[in-house]
Each structure stands twice: as C-alpha cells, then as structure tokens.
C-alpha cells in the first residue's frame, strides 16, 4: 500500500475537496475539516490560497467478497480497479504462477503434511472460519504539497512567498494513496456500518497531517 508523507511546514493551511460517487451516498467525509481544524489548520476557500489541496473521493462501498481483505484492495493503490464485490483478489505468489524466487511453496509442504497423517504425525486443522461479513467503502486520496512558505529548492534568501511573487514557485509535491475503511458485522447493516467507516476514513486522512 502506498503511503503518504509529508513535508514539516509551518503554512497550516488546507484546501479540501471531498466527494463520493459509490453505492453508498450516505458515507460523508465533512468529519475532516473538522479534525483539521482541531489540529491547527486553517480552511482555506481557495486551492491557490492553501499549502496542501486534499482531493479525497469515496469511490467504492460493498460488502467485500469471500476471502478479501480491506489490507488486499488498499494493496493495490489508488486508480486501480475493485474487485471486492465479486472474485477474491490474487496474491503476489498467485501472479507470479506460483511460489515466489528463493521461497518454499507451501502449497507443495502442506501436501506433504497432510500424506504424513498415517505416519503418526498429528492431523492438521485448519483455523477456524471467523463469522460475519465485512462491509468496506474505497476511498482514493491525493494531497498536493504546493510548498508555500518553504525554501527547499529556492535560492538563497529567496521565500516561498518571494518565489511566488516571481512565478518561480516551486512545483507541488503530489502523493496519492488509497484508504480502505471497513467494519465486520455479523449481518449486514449499511445504515450501522456508515457513520464507523466514515469516521474511520476521515480519521486516517487527518493523520497524515
């Protein structure tokens, strides 16, 4: 999973853009601002006027198919496609057709085990299924970091805020990273399972900051 990290800077300053386009229109991430807020940041009306712009849009919500993890779709990073209503997805090894270069496969020892039931060695149990199911909503996060106020890259004696007077600001540092907000339940309940992912995606986002 790609993962953001940002620069120290003392422009506390943010613009955010939120929006959701998934099955689920009910999951709202307005809890953001507030936790920006809380931590020292000041909301700005413009993205020009602001040192981070944080687009952050909900694209996916289901309950995630048999064997998928909320760990396996963020693995895949941001843009990419979501398979967590239907096929599980594949994993590293599976990709590769097989165990990966200079690893055991375990697919094979397990066999081996198992042909060994009869030689005394004690069967194995395979751990047992956990009950329920996970409802998961996909978020993709982009922060651009315009660098306002800083002097990495500037000549000497040359602010951020000079530099922008200049047209010579430096160019934004942009990382993006898909979050995953998830919640297990024993029956599937939408209107239960909103307001804790919600929180939990809005939550993750804020402490990157």
């Keep these: 999973m790609s993962t953001i990290f940002l620069d120290p800077n003392t422009n506390r300053t943010v613009y955010t853009q939120l ?10 991430l307005n809890e953001l601002n507030a936790k920006l807020s809380a931590k020292g940041y000041q909301l700005a009306n413009d993205p020009t006027q602001a040192n981070y712009w944080i687009q952050a849009k909900v694209i996916y919500c289901h309950k995630a198919a048999e064997g998928v993890t909320p760990e396996s779709v963020a693995k895949v990073g941001p843009g990419a496609g979501i398979s967590s209503g239907g096929t599980a997805m594949a994993s590293t090894g599976d990709q590769m057709g097989g165990g990966m270069a200079g ?3 375990m697919s094979a020892m397990m066999q081996q085990i198992s042909g060994m039931r009869g030689m005394g060695f004690p069967e194995m149990q395979p751990p047992p299924k956990e009950e329920g199911m ?5 978020t993709d996060v982009q922060i651009a970091d315009r660098k306002l106020g800083k002097t990495i890259g500037l000549p000497a004696g040359m602010t951020g805020t000079a530099a922008d007077r200049k047209g010579d600001s430096p160019l934004p540092k942009v990382q993006q990273m898909r979050m995953v907000g998830h919640v297990r339940q024993k029956d599937l309940d939408i209107s239960e399972a909103t307001p804790i992912i919600q929180e939990k995606i809005s939550t993750g986002i804020a402490g990157l900051f």
């Design 19 to 28: 929006r959701n386009t998934s099955e689920n229109q009910q999951v709202s």
């Design 103 to 105: 690893m055991p496969d």
């Design 134 to 138: 996970t409802y998961l909503c996909v």
